[in-house]
């Protein structure tokens, strides 16, 4: 038998029922339709978080104390002790992976200037700090290596700083505010942030050399964390394993011991806002797969009625000399070339329902190839599978009772 | 003597309806050369359904040989019975069973549809042709639900006709229309005849007998009479009689 005959034969009888075909169709080209742009929305969303995560360095890495225990105390890390400065310098001379390095030091207190105040925290870091947040100056200049070994009483504001404190606008370059009667000179001011995905307002900001904060406001030896940046997002796993040894070393402790600090990179944040956000697009690709089901039933649903509404017809053809194969093969044919047709439909109705996501709500979305081609097999597969039966109901039928049929 | 198209050797056909045996055709035998145009007679109940359907392939004796020119039937599995209807046979209904909403010539090329051995353009030659030997070449793209019962049954006998088939069966053919169309279609089968096709006619009719060559009688599963008629009307010439209805 031709297969290009058969073809036509198929086509044909699905031109004679535009209507039917179309409504049949309906059902696929929703299900495929909901999965691209339930997909598109997940993703959107997925994209927008690692985006914020990047915007704050995702390659940032952070070394806090922790993990010790005293007679079995087990102290919270801002009361430890163990990072000191020598730490910070081993991991900024000896690293490879890391580029790099800053220590954290935090008073928080009410910050004054004139009549104004505001309660913040003074950070003590390094001048890598600014590479590390990736931050950036709007005004005035970043403290110096000279700065940070004379302890110079200097400090860089973010703007919300500069906004409580400095209220009439004037600019803060050169004057003073004071923290714990500690004066500290402005110098620059950072670039607004804007908050950031946790709603931390970025720009809430005091930034200091890390001496003056350790000596001058805190009077401590010791470093509440250090800040760093890998080489590379992909390479904070390496860089981890690398600053776990040079401060074992530091810390002199042995293989099998129990580190005394904590590492933490971005990574781990973002692996869990994946999981979560994977969590909803896996949820949404759920929905949108049943009504891709839903869609593949309708077309079993209307090729099992079309075969009992075309008893007659198929009769007819088999006393014309169709072979039960043939109208197999016809039957399947239309529920292919229908679930085929719905399936391009639904691509396009997806694309355009994601693009008026995007315009009207204003929703990151990202249309995923995967998403459209898996949609679109599926539902070339649902078609075969959902007309297989119809098809085969047909294709048994006896040719003397199907045109006696009335 | 001419070809043997069919041949019935002592045919039987039971049917089991729940515990009882019928025994629809009770063992016929008669043999049809190439070129006559047989009607089948019969009261309803006498087994020329059955017959119909024995001889059209669509199903197989309980006992008994049919030779279809030259090929034996009864030992054919579905699918082989399926190409042998194909090639060597034409149906035409009393209901006509045109496809629905399908022009004149889709419907006649149908039967070479499903034979893979001929071309698009020899299709559609052969349709034509067919459709011009009924009287239908101006009205090839006109659909079925745009034409007369008369019209439809032209369309019918041309698919019939189009895969040059060894025997044209005609079920009621003229049934389901008034006189004078009757005696058009008739008209058409008489030219057909006269072309040498052969032609098989089952009807409850009486009067179609006196338009063919040889007439079979059929009750309870028997033959019960197999005359050549040796006076065959012309179909035409009762036509011209039967006045032009134009109410």
């Known amino acids: ?406 | 003597m001419s070809k043997t198209v069919i041949e019935l050797q002592d045919i039987k056909r039971e049917f089991i309806v729940g515990e009882e045996t019928v025994h629809a055709l009770r063992g016929v035998s008669f043999s049809i050369s190439e070129g006559e145009f047989v009607t089948i007679m019969g009261t309803s109940g006498s087994g020329k359904s059955t017959l119909l359907n024995i001889l059209g392939c669509l199903d197989t004796p309980t006992s008994g040989e049919y030779y279809l020119d030259g090929i034996s039937v009864r030992k054919m599995t579905k699918n082989k019975r399926a190409i042998l209807r194909n090639r060597k046979i034409g149906f035409v209904f009393q209901n006509y069973n045109l496809l629905a909403k399908t022009t004149a010539i889709e419907n006649v090329e149908l039967p070479l549809m499903y034979n893979g051995e001929i071309s698009a353009a020899e299709r559609r030659e052969r349709s034509i042709n067919a459709l011009k030997a009924v009287g239908l070449g101006d009205r090839l793209e006109h659909k079925s639900n745009q034409m007369s019962g008369g019209q439809m049954q032209r369309v019918a006998i041309a698919r019939a006709l189009v895969n040059n088939p060894a025997v044209i069966l005609a079920d009621e053919a003229t049934g389901n229309l008034d006189t004078r169309t009757s005696f058009e279609i008739l008209v058409l089968f008489q030219k057909l005849h006269a072309e040498g096709r052969t032609i098989i006619f089952v009807t409850h009719n009486p009067d179609i007998a006196s338009y063919s060559s040889r007439n079979i009688r059929l009750r309870d599963g028997h033959v019960i009479e197999d005359t050549i008629n040796g006076n065959i009307l012309s179909a035409e010439k009762t036509l011209a009689t039967i006045p032009v209805n134009d109410d």
């Not at chain 1, 009361?79 to 000896?94: F, G």
């Not at chain 1, 969590?279 to 090729?303: F, K, Q």
């Open chain 1, 1 to 406: 038998m031709n297969g290009t005959n058969l073809f036509k034969i198929a086509f044909k009888a699905l031109s004679n029922n535009k209507m039917r075909a179309f409504l049949t169709m309906l059902g696929i080209i929703i299900g495929v339709a909901a999965v691209i742009t339930m997909i598109a929305i997940g993703q959107g969303a997925k994209k927008s978080i690692q985006d914020q995560i990047s915007e704050m360095g995702s390659n940032i890495i952070m070394i806090h104390p922790g993990g010790e225990r005293r007679g079995g105390v087990r102290l919270d890390a801002s009361e430890m002790q163990t990072l000191k400065v020598a730490d910070y310098e081993a991991l900024r001379d000896e690293s490879i992976f890391l580029t790099k390095v800053s220590p954290n030091v935090s008073a928080s207190g009410q910050l004054i200037s004139g009549n104004n105040n505001y309660p913040s925290s003074v950070n003590g870091v390094g001048i890598d700090y600014l590479d590390i947040r990736q931050l950036k100056l709007d005004e005035g200049e970043m403290f110096t290596e000279e700065d940070i070994r004379t302890s110079s009483k200097v400090c860089v504001i973010g703007t919300t700083i500069r906004d409580e404190l400095f209220p009439d606008g004037s600019n803060p370059i050169g004057k003073i505010i004071r923290l714990n009667q500690v004066p500290l000179r402005v110098i620059g001011v950072l670039e607004s942030k804007g908050y950031n995905s946790m709603g931390m307002d970025q720009d809430d900001i005091v930034i200091a050399p890390y001496t003056t904060v350790m000596k001058r406001l805190l009077a401590v030896t010791y470093l509440q964390g250090i800040f760093a940046s890998a080489i590379s997002e992909d390479m904070t796993e390496y860089a981890t394993a690398e600053i776990t040894e040079i401060l074992n070393r530091q810390h002199k402790i042995g293989e099998g011991e129990a580190s005394d600090f904590e590492i933490r990179s971005q990574k781990e944040l973002s692996d869990m806002l994946n999981t979560t956000t994977n969590l909803l697009t896996t949820l949404l690709a759920c929905i949108a797969g049943i009504s891709l089901l839903v869609g593949g039933i309708g077309i079993m649903n209307i090729m099992y009625v079309s075969v009992t509404e075309r008893t007659k017809e198929i009769g007819l053809r088999m006393s014309v000399g169709a072979r039960g194969i043939d109208i197999l093969a016809q039957f399947l044919i239309e529920a292919i070339l229908i679930s085929i047709t719905g399936g391009i439909l639904g691509i396009l109705t997806g694309c355009t329902a994601c693009a008026a996501v995007k315009y009207l709500a204003n929703w990151p979305v990202y249309i995923q190839t995967w998403s459209a081609v898996l949609s679109f097999a599926v539902c070339t597969i649902t078609g075969v599978f959902f007309g297989w039966y119809p098809a085969k109901k047909a294709s048994e039928l006896d040719p003397i009772d199907a045109l006696r049929y009335e």
